[in-house]
């Protein structure tokens, strides 16, 4: 069946530095694929998302692109804040129509 | 526009109890969907509404959970009995077909803990 795979954390960082957060996926067909983000204490939220192949998400200086030779959608940010520490989720929704999770990987950032 | 709204946010219960959560979803939005997030997992659906109406229930233990959604508005999701394994964080989102996909908003979550 349909399931993502993420990095474990967690993923330790000073603020301004470069962030990789590396998802797979395996899929029949083409899914669509999503970042979320939960904040303490806070509900997921959707962070980006591509629909197609080779699609540039791009959200609050986060990117991602959906490469569909790797089977890959990892997510990046340039300079990551304090404020960027949360736990974030690759998913995706292929042929069955549900919203599949990755296990998560939590951002800490240090000033 | 106001978001999913859950309560309660936390609840602490012995085993064998019941509990029940609710859930009221972002104003038009047709599918509501309950999952559960084990710490240190990634949610699972556990059923899909459409309307009132059940689209999707199969990863729902119905020997303890039910959930139900009457006017096609909010839900309830119950457990009776809890067991230690039900301790987790319940999550409500709902979505909206639309021209931008299918993209589901999720409430804040309730946290069970069974002791």
């Known amino acids: 069946g349909d399931s993502v795979t993420q990095m474990e954390g967690p993923v330790t960082l000073s603020e301004e530095a470069f962030l990789t957060i590396n998802c797979t996926y395996t899929?029949?067909?083409?899914?669509?694929l999503f970042w979320y983000v939960q904040y303490p204490g806070e509900g997921l939220q959707l962070l980006l998302k591509?629909?197609?192949?080779?699609d540039k998400g791009s959200n609050k200086g986060f990117e991602a692109t959906y490469r569909k030779e790797t089977t890959s959608f990892h997510l990046e940010k340039g300079s990551v804040q304090v404020s960027d520490s949360a736990v974030y989720f690759c998913a995706l929704i292929g042929g069955t129509d549900k919203l599949i999770f990755g296990t998560g990987t939590r951002l800490q950032v240090f000033p | 526009e106001a978001g999913v709204a859950q309560s309660p946010r936390y609840k602490i219960i012995e085993k064998r109890q019941s509990v029940a959560f609710w859930c009221n979803p972002i104003?038009?939005?047709?599918?509501l969907y309950w999952y559960q997030q084990i710490l240190g997992q990634g949610p699972k659906l556990l059923i899909q509404?459409?309307?009132?109406?059940?689209?999707?229930d199969s990863q729902l233990p119905k020997d303890r959970f039910s959930a139900e959604r009457l006017k096609g508005v909010d839900s309830t999701l119950k457990i009776q009995p809890a067991k230690l394994e039900d301790s987790a964080v319940y999550l409500c989102a709902s979505s909206s077909r639309s021209t931008l996909g299918n993209i589901q908003y999720f409430g804040a979550g309730t946290r069970l803990s069974v002791l």
């Open positions: 104003s038009g939005h047709a599918t």
């Open positions: 509404f459409q309307n009132n109406g059940v689209v999707d």
């Open positions: 591509a629909t197609k192949a080779d």
């Open positions: 899929a029949t067909g083409y899914p669509s």
